[in-house]
């Protein structure tokens, strides 16, 4: 894909309202899903998802989902909690970190997430 055209795609991903969705917000390549429409206005949801959507462009989309996966069943066998076994996957730990930096994507390192498989959990 070229390069302008991801930017902008990264910048504004195309959104689908799901009012059913048990979380605010979810990223599955190439969509951010909502549970409702005027959460397209917050800034820090959006930016969260959009991290995602760079984590998931970079594996490929679907070994993302495995690691995930596999990654959240490891922290739920060592947490024995859905909330912590949730913040603890890397790949959140990289999105929670840098939601609230608007520039991070302009600035972000390829692999990032990685960098958080190696510090300590702040959950
Ligand atoms: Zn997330």
Redesign the pocket.
Known sequence: MNTLLLLAYLKNPPVIIVPVLRYS???IFPFVLLKSRDMVHDHTLML??R??LVQQLEMLILPFYILYGLHYLFNLILYRSHHRAYRAVI??RE??SNEHRPDYLKHRRPWAFLRYAFTNNQV
């Open positions: 917000g979810m990223a969260h998802e991290i995602h790949f959140e999105a929670y």
